[in-house]
């Protein structure tokens, strides 16, 4: 089994900085992907940001040059820096961690984490 479990949200004003961690645990294959997603209200969860095992990283257009996310595998912690941050980046933002096997994947989440950027 595994276990993921988010931390960091709060409430901060446009222009602010917010550090999100996400600490997984238990059957962790060596080929995965951990990934930073979020949900605001009405709409669908998206893919903010996601590393590899390898430490390739991979953003929506929406964060690029605001968001990094980073990894540190001996911890199994990943990360993810919010800069520059703006009211439509409210959201809870969910951590996912991607067991990648030979035939198919399987996925874990968070129960998630809420961040709101007031204007």
């Known amino acids: 089994q595994v276990q993921v479990v988010e931390s960091g949200g709060g409430l901060v004003q446009a222009g602010g900085s917010l550090r999100l961690s996400c600490a997984a645990s238990g059957s962790i294959f060596r080929l995965n992907i951990m990934g930073w997603y979020r949900q605001a209200p009405g709409k669908q969860r998206e893919l903010v940001a996601d590393i590899t095992n390898g430490g390739t990283t991979n953003y929506a257009d929406s964060v690029k040059g605001r968001f990094t996310i980073s990894r540190d595998n001996a911890k199994n912690m990943m990360y993810l820096q919010m800069n520059s941050l703006k009211p439509e980046d409210t959201a809870v933002y969910y951590c996912?961690?991607?067991?990648?096997?030979?035939?198919?994947?399987?996925?874990?989440w968070g129960q998630g984490t809420q961040v709101t950027v007031s204007s």
């Open positions: 996912n961690l991607r067991n990648l096997g030979l035939h198919q994947y399987y996925d874990y």
